[in-house]
């Protein structure tokens, strides 16, 4: 199927595989036991892991992090589990965390994907999954992120129903809200939310997934299986020292780490959700 293909067009074949009346596909599913893992990140030497929720303090300004990635992309896997999920793990509560996605507009007012329409629904199941789990903009990362993770973990089978449905379910994502919202067609839907994704990265010039982009600058870039354009190191404790130093340049002397709420390792032992980083 060509990759120029409208996204309306993915709700169209996708009605056509079974009697389902979702859209998610349901070709033949495989198993989740490849991301099914209890293994934790270990630390990385940046010191004690930071608590999670609103920092005390209320004058202060977060670090935007943000990755623009396609869902069904091997670097976007690498750049998540690598690099994204440990440093969150590590400073959650000092940054803006945002997915971007990458794709092209097409002239019927649709998206085009690289992989094809399986890729821009998983694109959509990514934004979905922030949007109804948590009301605040920009939402909690750990509110979503481990979703995130076990879809990406799995890439080559999205959007196969039992994957999708597994991870939602692992992960405290209401399956059928998730459902409703990748199939809504409306100006809240997911459409409408990939259409607006992809026009941001665009805008920004990220044509590459993964671009991992700090305080609105391009940081790092992994592509083809290798770190490219890391000025300052592609290791955790590299970003996670850069985004500590503008937050402090942002916010003064203090940390601001001071925040209520468990660690992202904590949280995910406590509902039991998977976590697959390295």
Same mark, same amino acid.
Request: with cysteine; glycine share 4%; net charge negative.
């Given at each position: 199927?060509?990759?120029?293909?409208?996204?309306?067009?993915?709700?169209?074949?996708?009605?056509?595989?079974?009697?389902?009346?979702?859209?998610?596909?349901?070709?033949?599913?495989?198993?989740?036991?490849?991301?099914?893992?209890?293994?934790?990140?270990?630390?990385?030497?940046?010191?004690?892991?930071?608590?999670?929720?609103?920092? &005390?303090?209320?004058?202060?300004? $977060?670090?935007? @992090? +943000?990755?623009? *990635?396609? &869902?069904?992309?091997?670097?976007? $896997?690498?750049? @998540? +589990?690598?690099? *994204?999920?440990?440093?969150?793990?590590?400073i959650e509560s000092l940054v803006d965390f945002q997915m971007s996605f990458i794709g092209r507009p097409t002239a019927d007012d649709g998206i085009s994907c690289m992989r094809g329409p399986s890729e821009c629904l998983g694109n959509s199941l990514h934004l979905c999954a922030a949007k109804i789990n948590t009301p605040p903009s920009p939402p909690a990362a750990h509110t979503y992120l481990p979703f995130s993770l076990c879809l990406t973990h799995d890439y080559k089978n999205i959007p196969e129903r039992k994957l999708v449905e597994g991870c939602a379910d692992e992960n405290g994502i209401d399956f059928r809200k998730l459902n409703e919202c990748a199939s809504d067609m409306g100006p809240d839907g997911g459409l409408s939310m990939l259409k607006k994704s992809v026009e941001r990265s665009r805008d920004l010039g990220a044509e590459t997934s993964c671009t991992i982009r700090v305080d609105g600058k391009k940081r790092c870039v992994r592509d083809s299986g290798r770190w490219k354009d890391c000025d300052g190191g592609s290791n955790v404790e590299d970003l996670v020292r850069d985004i500590k130093k503008i937050y402090k340049d942002k916010n003064g002397d203090h940390e601001g780490l001071g925040g209520r709420g468990k660690k992202l390792s904590e949280w995910i032992e406590s509902e039991r959700i998977i976590w697959i980083g390295h």
């Open positions: 199927m060509s990759s120029r293909v409208a996204i309306p067009f993915i709700f169209v074949v996708a009605f056509l595989y079974a009697s389902y009346t979702t859209y998610i596909s349901l070709l033949t599913p495989r198993t989740l036991t490849s991301c099914l893992t209890r293994n934790y990140p270990p630390s990385h030497g940046v010191g004690n892991q930071q608590s999670l929720g609103t920092p &005390s303090l209320t004058t202060e300004t $977060k670090v935007p @992090l +943000e990755i623009h *990635i396609m &869902s069904k992309c091997p670097d976007a $896997k690498d750049c @998540l +589990e690598q690099l *994204i999920a440990p440093v969150l793990e590590e």
